[in-house]
């Protein structure tokens, strides 16, 4: 991808060259959310650590790689955010920035629409138009995927309200609503030729190879655990170094 020539050219001669700025458009995951909680009010609070979260994580290897090229990473990540409203934010929080490239991962919260036909429909045609919008403004634009939701509700929730989410997070994850979400993803990507970091077939690989991918899971529900974050950064790369 192109954004590698400039962070090539960045690194090497950085007076000539403008810094490299690079968004991340997306949920909770984006955003950093890991551990949910109750917050005594009857809902549901979440810690929030994007310095732990893969936009962060690609800083860092990205600095690895090019330690002269600083660049810039835009954290547009939003907790509970759906691909609609990525669009509906998508100039102000991304392209005002006149990013080199944007990274769009959205889907979780799309999938656990219950009208899933119409939810499908919407998902498309918000990704596309984020794509579209994105490549317009003269930007790169790379799509990844999402991590896998939990398989089974875990022993370990006791609130009722997390148990559930989990109860109809499974059913998503277990009846392939989530992995049409992403083939739908995939698709328009394919038809737009815009590159896909392919995260979600990663955990469908450890699936096949008998991984308990709840584990993975920082509240057994959604939210992968920092350490599933690398997958994420180097599905990037592997992308980025085409």
Same mark, same amino acid.
């Given at each position: ?13 950085y ?17 950093g959310?890991f ?8 809902g549901?609070g ?48 991304? %392209?005002?920035?006149?990013?080199? %490239? ?53 022993? %370990?929730?006791?609130?009722p ?17 989530l ?25 469908q690989?450890l ?18 655990t ?17």
């Amino acid at each position: 991808m192109k954004i590698m020539e400039k962070l090539t050219a960045r690194n090497s001669d950085y007076f000539s060259n403008r810094p490299v700025t690079i968004a991340c458009l997306g949920d909770s995951v984006t955003h950093g959310c890991f551990e949910i909680y109750p917050d005594g009010k009857g809902g549901i609070g979440v810690a929030c650590r994007p310095d732990e979260a893969y936009p962060m994580m690609l800083y860092r290897a990205l600095a690895n790689h090019f330690p002269y090229a600083a660049p810039a990473i835009i954290n547009a990540g939003v907790s509970g955010d759906k691909s609609y409203g990525g669009l509906e934010r998508l100039e102000r929080d991304v %392209l005002s920035y006149k990013p080199d %490239l944007v990274i769009v991962d959205f889907g979780l919260n799309d999938s656990m629409n219950k009208d899933i036909e119409s939810g499908l429909e919407t998902y498309d045609k918000s990704m596309r138009a984020i794509f579209e919008k994105v490549l317009s403004s003269g930007a790169e634009c790379l799509l990844l995927t999402p991590n896998y939701m939990n398989r089974k509700v875990s022993p %370990l929730l006791t609130e009722p309200l997390f148990i559930s989410i989990a109860e109809e997070a499974a059913v998503v994850q277990n009846t392939g609503i989530l992995t049409r979400y992403v083939e739908t993803a995939r698709k328009a990507a394919k038809d737009m030729n815009v590159p896909v970091a392919d995260a979600y077939a990663v955990w469908q690989k450890l699936e096949k190879n008998g991984v308990d991918t709840d584990i993975h899971l920082s509240n057994y529900i959604n939210h992968p655990t920092r350490e599933m974050h690398e997958v994420f950064v180097q599905e990037i790369m592997r992308a980025l170094l085409v």
